[in-house]
């Protein structure tokens, strides 16, 4: 005998082109266990009723299933990162300090470690950190190489070998440090949340 909560169901996906699966699937979430009476009441409805609860949740779960086709590509996500630390590196070349603060997720989340330092530093030390050390630099340039973003969800991870070139003394300077930015989505903009950096020792 055909199952009574779920025969209407079977009636209106014939109507709706064959989605069975998706329909049963469905309107069993939608109606789940109930008792005999309740069945055969169900059972009792007029199919105009079962084929519009059936459209509506067929087209939910089909705008659900097209809206994750359109997530974010990987691709364009980790662009838009490799962009925001260009950005980065353009502020701190130029000491543009108010662009370069808001490129990071400055608040009591944010941590930074540093090679001239073996302590965890705070947002308030950090920024004061890249201030003082940004207005003692003269003809600064940054490039990542070996870059390599990860990206989960709304959280970025890039790592590379920050190469920074600096005039000291009449003289051009180059260090290296291995590199990680943490990076956040704030309010759809790409944030560092935590920075580290380890000199290599040439």
């Not at 009441?41 to 007029?46: C, Q």
């Not at 009449?170 to 930015?181: A, D, N, P, Q, Y």
Request: proline content about 3%; overall charge neutral; charged content about 25%.
């Amino acid at each position: 005998m055909p199952n009574q909560r779920i025969e209407p169901m079977r009636r209106s996906a014939f109507w709706l082109g064959g989605h069975l699966d998706a329909v049963d699937a469905l309107l069993l979430m939608a109606h789940p266990c109930r008792s005999a009476s309740s069945a055969s009441t169900m059972k009792d409805e007029g199919e105009s009723g079962t084929r519009m609860v059936g459209s509506a949740l067929l087209t939910a779960f089909l705008l659900t299933g097209c809206a994750a086709l359109h997530t974010a590509n990987p691709q364009v996500t980790e662009a838009q990162i490799q962009q925001r630390l260009q950005d980065v590196f353009a502020a701190a070349e130029s000491r543009d300090f108010n662009r370069l603060d808001d490129y990071h997720l400055y608040g009591p989340k944010f941590t930074k470690f540093t090679g001239s330092s073996i302590d965890r530093l705070d947002a308030a030390a950090a920024r004061k950190g890249e201030h003082d050390e940004l207005g003692r630099a003269e003809g600064l340039k940054m490039r990542a190489d070996a870059l390599k973003i990860d990206v989960f969800g709304n959280i970025g991870i890039a790592t590379c070998i920050l190469h920074c070139g600096l005039e000291a003394g009449g003289e051009v300077v180059h260090k290296k440090h291995r590199s990680t930015l943490v990076f956040v989505k704030e309010g759809g903009e790409w944030k560092i949340a935590h920075e580290h950096l380890s000199p290599i020792d040439r």
